[in-house]
């Protein structure tokens, strides 16, 4: 390997690494999303497509994918690179060691211990690996509208909440 495609694998590692959430847009996919993930034995993994679990539309095996990861202090973009993605069996070795970190990292699991055998029934999981060096940064901000989601916290404020907080603000 050349010292660029050395460095360039570093730089990939370290920064993913350190990312909680990385953008990541599958083939045919209409836009990024922002994923989970962890960094396993030299490639990323995910978990999702269950209930649940966040949505990874686009990701097949034996596909491609762009990830963008950002800074995890100032949340700006940091590198970018080219994956292909592997879907890991049920069951299988590498599947376990990856379901191993993946449990470590899921934040709020409704199910807790029993996490695995819900991910072996109802989920994906996969992994991508780089396939070489950094792609360079746009110049262009990229920044998009959000993605249509069920969730969401807009909502009318109750007609007494501002009487409320000003009898609070009196004493």
Same mark, same amino acid.
């Given at each position: ?27 045919? $996919? *209409? $836009? ?113 509208? *959000? ?14 909440? *501002? ?9």
């Amino acid at each position: 390997m050349t010292s660029e495609l050395l460095l360039d694998r570093a730089l990939i590692e370290e920064a993913t690494k350190k990312s909680g959430l990385v953008w990541v847009r599958g083939a045919g $996919a *209409p $836009a990024a999303r922002a994923l989970w993930h962890v960094w396993h034995e030299g490639a990323m993994c995910l978990v999702g497509d269950g209930p649940g679990e966040q949505p990874l539309p686009g990701l097949a095996d034996g596909g491609a994918a762009e990830v963008t990861v950002r800074s995890k202090d100032k949340g700006g973009r940091l590198v970018g690179w080219t994956a292909a993605v592997s879907e890991l069996a049920p069951g299988t070795p590498e599947w376990e060691a990856a379901v191993a970190e993946l449990k470590g990292k899921r934040l709020n699991a409704p199910d807790g211990e029993a996490m695995p055998e819900r991910w072996a029934r109802e989920c994906r999981v996969l992994r991508l690996t780089p396939t070489g060096t950094t792609a360079s940064l746009p110049d262009a901000s990229l920044a998009a509208p *959000p993605l249509p989601s069920p969730a969401t916290t807009r909502q009318p404020i109750p007609a007494g909440l *501002p009487r409320l907080l000003a009898r609070r603000r009196g004493r």
